[in-house]
């Protein structure tokens, strides 16, 4: 079965750093692509990044591109939170694809709030 | 960027009525979009992909139509628990991105 956990949230001071994480059990990370997805507060859904399944390419949506790092090691997805903003407040889930032939975020943990004062 | 634009933003309906939602994207994403559903306090869940491919335990009251830059998700028979927040992905160029949303709503 396939799960997604995701951890780290909580309050943070404008301009300071977090880092995310996202457990998974029930398939082998390194087979599959990984993404970010957050969603501020009463807002929709903003895309935020996402790893191949081997890790070489990594892709970022423009409003956090180069604040944001995403990695990986066996078991986990991280995502290294730099320079924060308060819109940067958000829940964020971690996805992982649909399947091994698709890049579809098809499976999702249940999100970790983020908040950010400023 | 592409840029997801979906009409309308939200509606009333009612138990039974059949629902049209719609996706334009702002350049050519083939059948690269998916539509997912989001009840309150929960992540999404993935509908459609590839346009009209319907997701694994998904009613077949839920479809996906079009291709190019426009889109429509159906749903015939609305049930008690469709009513939630409905947004289309294009997967087709990078940054992903999303449309605005839709809510449906009890009528």
């Known amino acids: 079965q396939v799960q997604l956990v995701e951890s780290g949230g909580g309050l943070v001071q404008s301009g300071r750093s977090l880092r995310l994480s996202c457990a998974v059990s029930g398939f082998t990370l390194s087979s599959y692509g990984m993404h970010w997805v957050r969603q501020a507060p009463g807002k929709g859904l903003e895309w935020v990044g996402s790893?191949?399944?081997?890790?070489?390419k990594k892709n970022y949506g423009d409003s956090v591109k180069g604040r944001l790092t995403i990695s990986r090691d066996s078991s986990r997805l991280y995502l290294e939170m730099n320079s924060l903003r308060a819109e940067d407040t958000a829940v964020y889930y971690c996805?992982?694809?649909?399947?091994?032939?698709?890049?579809?975020?098809?499976?999702w943990g249940q999100g970790t709030l983020v908040s950010v004062s400023s | 960027a592409i840029q997801m634009t979906q009409s309308p933003s939200s509606l009333s309906v009612s138990v039974g009525d059949r629902v049209t939602i719609t996706c334009r994207a702002s350049r050519d994403i083939k059948n690269d979009l998916g539509w997912y559903q989001q009840k309150p306090g929960k992540a999404p869940r993935l509908l459609i992909f590839a346009a009209s491919r319907l997701q694994t335990g998904v009613p077949s009251r839920f479809s996906g139509s079009g291709s190019g830059t426009d889109f429509t998700l159906i749903i015939n028979g609305l049930q008690p628990e469709d009513f939630a927040t409905y947004y289309c992905?294009?997967?087709?160029?990078?940054?992903?991105?999303f449309g605005g949303g839709t809510k449906v709503e009890i009528k």
């Open positions: 790893i191949s399944f081997d890790g070489n």
């Open positions: 992905l294009q997967d087709y160029f990078y940054p992903l991105s």
């Open positions: 996805a992982r694809d649909l399947s091994l032939a698709t890049e579809w975020p098809g499976y």
